[in-house]
């Protein structure tokens, strides 16, 4: 069975709290329920993980390289800030997605960079939740490919 860590940075834990126009009604919860849902009818094993700390994130990076077959990131705001988890996505060879919940290209300037997509396979934005499904299925179609 294939293992998938999906990643969430800082303020997710947040969600449905506030800012729901831009980012939904839906907790973190709801995310990890849903996409345990999928994991579980397409034979995938995930590992849901939230933090607010840079260097758990990198931690769980780091630990990947050993344990996991893909990785999927929401690295939020340090999507536009950190080298450090730049630096420590480019030492995997699992492939990568980045994902956002929100379209970063259609709002704030600061958020049209992302050091995160030079290092992955692929990027899912602006699809609210279901982005979460979406990054999981093109996961598996990768993995279906692949052998
Ligand atoms: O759209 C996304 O998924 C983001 O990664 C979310 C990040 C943001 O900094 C990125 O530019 C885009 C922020 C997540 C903050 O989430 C909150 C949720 C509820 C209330 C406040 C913040």
Do not use: W
């Not at 893909?70 to 536009?80: R, V």
């Not at 060879?93 to 970063?104: A, G, V």
């Not at 600061?110 to 990027?123: D, E, N, T």
């Amino acid at each position: 069975m294939k293992k998938i860590i999906i990643l969430n940075g800082p303020n997710l834990n947040l969600l449905g709290e506030r800012e729901k126009s831009q980012y939904g009604s839906f907790t973190l919860t709801d995310v990890e329920k849903t996409c345990k849902e999928f994991a579980n009818k397409n034979n995938l094993n995930i590992d849901f993980f939230q933090s607010n700390i840079e260097g758990e994130l990198i931690q769980k990076i780091q630990d990947s390289r050993k344990n996991k077959d893909g990785l999927i990131i929401n690295a939020g705001g340090y999507t536009h800030t950190s080298v450090a988890i730049h630096d420590a996505l480019k030492i995997l060879k699992i492939p990568i997605i980045e994902l956002h919940i929100s379209n970063i290209y259609n709002r704030e300037e600061f958020r049209h960079k992302s050091l995160i997509s030079k290092v992955a396979r692929g990027v899912i934005c602006g699809f609210g939740a279901k982005g979460y499904v979406m990054a999981l299925d093109a996961m598996k179609n990768y993995f279906k490919n692949e052998d």
